[in-house]
């Protein structure tokens, strides 16, 4: 008789109480052996995700985080390139400090060419370092009215070259130019600068930054 056999034969001959007793120690074995297994790795993994939840939110919280700063960053790098961008544009033309010069003197000598304003000097300054930049200056003297200079000031402001006065002086005095015609004539002293991209040679008198 095979062993399968001699044990289907002790069980047969046992009680029914000791056929009940059997069963319930087998499933017990059973209902063990299926939670050592199966029942408790399977919550130990749950109780394991569960616990590590928060900490993966956590992390996503801080990507999330640094990619917004990211943005920030991004648009404050943009921005900044925009308002280069146009400093750059401001800055007066020229390969050299004198080629800025000539062509900032371009630049005013429009501006006073009015009826009542009679340039008597203009003279191109020394330039100044200012940083990385050359500051180039003109100084002009000129008869203008009180309008004119009011003018003048306002069309300074209103240049796309980013432009300054650094001096201004004033006097005023009545000029007749006929009996019946009293006009009010300024005497102006002005120095007006700009800034130049063109490399400053350090030796050049003038060329220390104030």
């Known amino acids: 008789m095979s062993a399968a056999g001699a044990l289907s034969a002790r069980i047969s001959g046992l009680a029914r109480r000791e056929k009940a ?56 790098l943009l921005d900044q390139f925009e308002r280069m961008k146009k400093w750059e544009g401001g800055l007066l033309v020229g390969e050299t400090p004198s080629a800025a010069g000539v062509f900032l003197q371009g630049l005013l000598k429009p501006l006073t060419e009015r009826a009542d304003t009679r340039v008597t000097s203009i003279r191109a300054l020394p330039p100044v370092k200012k940083g990385p930049y050359a500051e180039v200056g003109v100084q002009m003297q000129f008869q203008t009215s009180t309008e004119g200079l009011a003018m003048l000031l306002a069309d300074l402001s209103r240049q796309t070259k980013i432009l300054r006065v650094r001096k201004l002086s004033a006097t005023t005095g009545a000029h007749y130019a006929a009996q019946s015609t009293r006009r009010e004539v300024v005497a102006v002293s002005m120095v007006v600068a700009g800034l130049s991209a063109a490399p400053l040679d350090e030796k050049t008198p003038g060329g220390a930054e104030e």
């Open 21 to 76: 007793l059997l069963a319930a120690c087998l499933l017990f074995v059973t209902v063990f052996t299926a939670a050592k297994w199966v029942v408790i790795p399977r919550y130990s993994e749950y109780r394991g995700n569960r616990t590590a939840i928060p900490a993966r939110r956590a992390v996503i919280a801080r990507y999330e985080t640094l990619r917004q700063g990211q943005d920030r960053v991004d648009q404050e």
